[in-house]
């Protein structure tokens, strides 16, 4: 129901008769109650597919840093810096922490719902979970994407360091104009790769949980207008 079709609703209630208003606010509260727990039970729905999606996201990094990249670095004679792997697990528990925080508050203001009939405070408590979760959100994929650049960038010296090894000479051997291209067709993937995952990420964060702020702001509205 619209705002405006719920004022209108309202309007057809005589502000003489006490007691078909307060049946009109009865069935009003209760058609916010339902929506709200309908939208409650959606965004638990999709909890469970962010985990499922955040695991399987974790697990291919771990995989990719123990199994997938090693091999095929040493086959080339070098090694991955230590450093990269630390940042690399510092960065994957961050993100998987993020989200397990968020679900643990979420469970508990979903915990209360059930107990009480304080329908304001539950939107308001949900609402501000969602809000700080999006702030959490765009942190983590921020930190994401820099790890993610400082990735590239340092696979791009091995890369050089390994091209030059193979001539016999030091990086400063390399050809300048063959150097000078491979770094501005990296920039070029690097910034096309970015852009990618910061619209992909974001798309699925509205679609999971950013459309329901909205919802349940103007239900919440709608809850203020019959106080």
Known sequence: MELKDLKSAWDKFSSKDADKRQLGEDAILDMLKKRT???????????????????????????????????????EGTEIPVWILIVNTINTLFIFSTFIYFSIRYHFVKKGY???????????????????????????????????????IS?????????AHRQG????DLNVLQVASSIALGIVI??????????????????????????????????????
């Open 114 to 152: 059930s107990q009480t009939s304080d329908l304001k405070n539950v939107l308001i408590s949900i609402i501000k979970i969602l809000n700080s979760y999006r702030k959490l959100f765009y942190v983590a994929l921020f930190i994401l994407l820099l790890v993610l650049g400082v990735n590239f």
């Open 169 to 172: 000479g030091e990086i400063s």
């Open 155 to 163: 696979g791009m010296i091995v890369g050089f360091e390994v091209a």
């Open 37 to 75: 727990k309908n939208m409650i039970e959606r965004i638990d729905r999709n909890i469970k597919t962010g985990f499922a999606v955040l695991f399987a996201l974790t697990l291919f990094l771990v995989l990719d840093d123990l199994f997938i990249t090693p091999p095929i670095v040493e086959q």
């Open 190 to 227: 690097l910034v096309a790769v970015t852009i990618g995952l910061f619209i992909f990420f974001r798309w699925g964060f509205r679609r999971l949980y950013g459309n329901y702020i909205q919802k349940l702001n103007d239900t919440l509205q709608e809850l203020d207008e019959i106080e």
